[in-house]
T-cell receptor, first 112, second 112 residues
């Protein structure tokens, strides 16, 4: 069935380090892909999105590229800040089922 | 628009009591989702509606849970009777179809 797999956390980095959080999906067809971020005590916020193959979503220094051939949508940031500490969720939307599928989330902790 | 509005933000209740969570989606959005988030199980999709009609309720844990959407601007999630294992953060989200969902701030439910 449709699913999203993302790397286990927590991921602990020092400030200014490079970040990669892996995400792969299993879906029939070509879904729209998203990364959401959840700060402590808050709801999920959309971070970036890509709606077709080879699209690159970007926001606040974060980037992810829709790779159809590897069914992946890995999140990257060149230099993380303490304020990036949060839980990151990979997700996709299927038009055929009107369903938004989430991964299990990856907690990021950035140390000063 | 004020975004997705959930009430209450916090609810503490005794085991066996009925609990009703409320959600007002963003105006014009025709899909609405209820999620539950716990440390152990992560983010789980409970039920979603399209044009006020329940499309998939396979995520509802058991008969004690029920959800309604009497009109396009209001939805409820009811638990009766509540149990301690229902303690979680419950999120409501809406979208206009085929795109990202917008989340409310969540209701933190504690059943003692």
């Amino acid at each position: 069935g449709d699913s999203v797999t993302q790397m286990e956390g927590p991921v602990t980095l020092s400030e200014e380090a490079f970040l990669t959080i892996n995400c792969t999906y299993t879906a029939t067809g070509y879904p729209s892909l998203f990364w959401y971020v959840q700060y402590p005590g808050e709801g999920l916020q959309l971070l970036l999105k890509a709606t077709k193959a080879d699209d690159k979503g970007s926001n606040k220094g974060f980037e992810a590229t829709y790779r159809k051939e590897t069914t992946s949508f890995h999140l990257e940031k060149g230099s993380v800040q303490v304020s990036d500490s949060a839980v990151y969720f990979c997700a996709f939307w299927m038009d055929s089922s009107y369903k938004l599928i989430f991964g299990s989330g990856t907690r990021l902790l950035v140390r000063p | 628009d004020a975004g997705v509005i959930q009430s209450p933000r916090h609810e503490v209740t005794e085991m066996g009591q009925e609990v009703t969570l409320r959600c007002k989606p963003i105006s014009g959005h025709n899909s609405l989702f209820w999620y539950r988030q716990t440390m152990m199980r992560g983010l789980e999709l409970l039920i979603y509606f399209n044009n006020n009609v329940p499309i998939d309720d396979s995520g509802m844990p058991e008969d004690r849970f029920s959800a309604k959407m009497p009109n396009a601007s209001f939805s409820t999630l009811k638990i009766q009777p509540s149990e301690p294992r229902d303690s979680a953060v419950y999120f409501c989200a809406s979208n206009p179809g085929h795109t990202e969902a917008f989340f409310g701030q969540g209701t933190r439910l504690t059943v003692v």
